[in-house]
C-alpha cells in the first residue's frame, strides 16, 4: 500500500528502511526514503507505521 503519493514510498519501503536500512528513527526514514518531505501528508500514517516497525526490532 502506498503511504507516500508524492514520492510513492510504500508501507514496505517504511519496514525494510527500518529492517534492512537499519534506520532508527523517523528522521532517518524520512531521510532514507523522502517519506514525507514533500506535502507532509503522509507523515501520521508514516510515524506510526516506523514506530510500529523501530519496536519489532
Ligand atoms: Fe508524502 Fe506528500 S504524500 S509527502
Same mark, same amino acid.
Given at each position: 500500500?502506498?503511504?507516500?503519493?508524492?514520492?510513492?514510498? &510504500?508501507?514496505?519501503?517504511?519496514? %525494510?528502511? *527500518?529492517?534492512?536500512?537499519?534506520? !532508527?528513527?523517523?528522521?532517518?526514514?524520512?531521510?532514507?526514503?523522502?517519506?514525507? &518531505?514533500?506535502c507532509?501528508?503522509? %507523515?501520521? *500514517?508514516?510515524?506510526?507505521?516506523v !514506530?510500529?516497525?523501530?519496536?519489532?526490532?
Open positions: 500500500m502506498y503511504v507516500c503519493i508524492c514520492k510513492g514510498v &510504500s508501507d514496505r519501503t517504511l519496514r %525494510a528502511a *527500518v529492517a534492512e536500512g537499519g534506520a !532508527r528513527s523517523w528522521r532517518e526514514v524520512r531521510e532514507e526514503t523522502g517519506c514525507g &518531505s514533500q507532509g501528508k503522509c %507523515a501520521r *500514517v508514516g510515524k506510526s507505521i !514506530r510500529e516497525a523501530i519496536i519489532q526490532e
